[in-house]
């Protein structure tokens, strides 16, 4: 991260601490301390304290997940459904294996700390959300599905991913990632429309 | 709770705050003066700390689920995997709506909080998710699906689930709830074999 500033920094190391420890486990000493920030840094770029950080931290992280969609997109080729959600899939079981399944989605990992006491965090995860839900259910319209039936069939997509990637990481065992896309596949691929029909559905 | 020994208003005041506030959120002295428990009863009934009083909650939680599993069977009468499922995620609604969406899954709220730091209460954390799969899997057996499928039915199940309660939790809004029976009814019920032949698969 030495390319970037620290108020960057700041951010990302928020948001990887966040995944780890929730909110109320990461402290703004320890976030000062991953960003290698200077002392005094978190007042000067966040004069709000931290729910500014936290809230800064989870919408980057809403709008990562909305990229990560598109490249993923792009891996799988637009074939279909089926294949963007495994290759969606594929990068969280490469995330889980490579950190040994200590982090898993910082808008979980926030939601089960806040929801109940603070309304603007909550509603700062809403929108986080839907910088992911968006994106995703234009790839899904992208792969065949009707526009009409994205949004619902990419909220079934986040909500089975989600409670996977919990699974995966309480079991450390990636088995419940693979069981989602395996056992969702044919209803997503069965909701897209032939190619050939796909232009006059949108 | 009037009719509860200290020791299970304990185990019960713990579980219920973890839902709201997570393990790192939950304190000692939280749970002595939710559960209305004399000074020192604590260190009498759990000489192991707060890990042990975590641990008892979870798993009480888990075997909590696996009941509530039956009584939805129950409810549903057998008719159909989507009616139990449908039992399940309205049992679920009814609670967030009466609770003001401030209390989730306390097996989620622990495992946000814990998987990076304590392996020891992931690891009851995945037994109290089986004390709640095993019986489910087994329900779904009653509604007709063939035992080989029902272990991996019932994961989706809980995976999409979680994610909806989730969701639901973040936007106040119960119809991720709704949005998971409605896309998997159709995969849960054509995967129940017909009940003249549900004796030859079991």
Request: glycine share 6%; aromatic share 4%.
């Amino acid at each position: 991260m030495a390319s970037l500033s620290p108020r960057e920094r700041i951010v990302r190391s928020a948001a990887q601490l966040i995944r780890r420890h929730g909110v109320t486990g990461t402290g703004m000493r320890d976030i000062v301390a991953d960003a290698d920030a200077p002392r005094g840094s978190l007042q000067h770029y966040f004069p709000d304290g931290k729910d500014q950080i936290v809230s800064e931290a989870l919408l980057f992280m809403g709008e990562a997940a909305g990229r990560r969609t598109q490249r993923a997109l792009e891996k799988a080729n637009k074939r279909s459904p089926s294949a963007l959600f495994a290759a969606i899939v594929a990068k969280w079981k490469e995330e889980l294996l490579d950190e040994g399944y200590v982090a898993g989605c910082p808008l979980v990992a926030a939601a089960a700390d806040v929801v109940a006491t603070n309304s603007e965090l909550r509603e700062v995860i809403a929108r986080a959300f839907d910088k992911w839900q968006d994106p995703l259910a234009a790839a899904l319209v992208e792969t065949g599905i009707p526009r009409r039936r994205s949004e619902e069939l990419a909220v079934l997509v986040i909500t089975a991913l989600e409670g996977a990637i919990i699974l995966a990481r309480i079991r450390h065992d990636t088995s419940p990632l693979d069981l989602v896309v395996r056992q969702l596949s044919p209803l997503l691929d069965v909701a897209a429309s032939p190619p050939a029909l796909r232009r006059l559905d949108r």
